[in-house]
């Protein structure tokens, strides 16, 4: 499996952005997937799962202005992301699983993960 994200760039405070997650060999009906970030100096902060059994879940840091979505049909995942703030700058990441472990997942445990997409959020 592999994950590629798209979508990221420098943008002004208050603006939005929306990322796209492709993923390519998937091989089971479904995947669990989820959106963190990860700022210099900062730890791997969790954003936003989606699990096609039970929805969406978001960290209260975003809540509100991410909103996490899926196209099964395009095996492609989104993130759009609205009322972008500076400390909202990061390298942001896409993740995918086949098995959906709840916790286990939003602390870091997914099996696949992109290489990410820089956003840069200016004042």
């Known amino acids: 499996v592999q994950l590629l994200e798209s979508g990221g760039g420098s943008v002004q405070s208050g603006g939005s952005l929306r990322l796209t997650c492709r993923a390519s060999g998937l091989t089971y009906e479904s995947y669990c997937v989820g959106w963190f970030r990860q700022a210099p100096g900062k730890e791997h902060e969790d954003l936003a799962h989606?699990?096609?059994?039970?929805?969406?879940r978001y960290a209260d840091s975003v809540k509100g202005r991410f909103t996490i979505s899926q196209d099964n049909s395009k095996n492609t995942w989104y993130l759009e992301m609205n009322n972008l703030d500076v400390e909202d700058t990061a390298m942001y990441y896409c993740?995918?699983?086949?098995?959906?472990?709840?916790?286990?997942?939003?602390?870091?445990?997914?099996?696949?993960w992109g290489r990410g997409t820089q956003v840069t959020v200016s004042s």
């Open positions: 989606i699990d096609p059994d039970d929805g969406a």
């Open positions: 993740a995918a699983d086949q098995i959906c472990q709840g916790p286990a997942l939003y602390r870091g445990g997914y099996k696949y």
